[in-house]
């Protein structure tokens, strides 16, 4: 059974930080590439970060370079994503995937978590 479980959002001030996990199935992690993704209240689901299978590349969203990481643990099947300098307009659900290409687009990502809500106050 293909699995993506988050956790790890919650309500933080701005200038806080919180770390998003993503739990996923063997199968979902071995398709290589994980990504998170996040849509804010009224708008479309936007790409995040996303990290290749050996951690060696990882690609980032302009609106969270120098603020956010992405990485990985293949021993636990997990990736994460460390969110610091949260800024109100960071409030959105936020998805993790699971896929075969580093890629911004939703497409190459075959499988997809539930999300978890991460809500910044000002």
């Known amino acids: 059974q293909v699995q993506l479980v988050e956790s790890g959002g919650g309500l933080v001030q701005a200038g806080g930080s919180l770390r998003l996990s993503c739990a996923a199935s063997?199968?979902?992690?071995?398709?290589?590439?994980m990504g998170w993704f996040r849509q804010a209240p009224g708008k479309e689901r936007e790409f995040v970060a996303a990290?290749?299978?050996?951690?060696?590349?990882?690609y980032y969203a302009d609106f969270v370079k120098g603020r956010f990481t992405i990485s990985r643990d293949n021993a636990k099947n997990t990736v994460y994503l460390q969110m610091n300098s949260l800024k109100p307009e960071d409030t959105a659900v936020y998805y993790c995937?699971?896929?075969?290409?580093?890629?911004?687009?939703?497409?190459?990502?075959?499988?997809w978590g539930q999300g978890t809500q991460v809500t910044v106050s000002s």
């Open positions: 995937a699971a896929g075969s290409l580093l890629s911004s687009a939703e497409s190459p990502y075959d499988y």
């Open positions: 063997v199968r979902a992690f071995s398709s290589g590439t």
């Open positions: 990290i290749t299978w050996s951690g060696s590349a990882a």
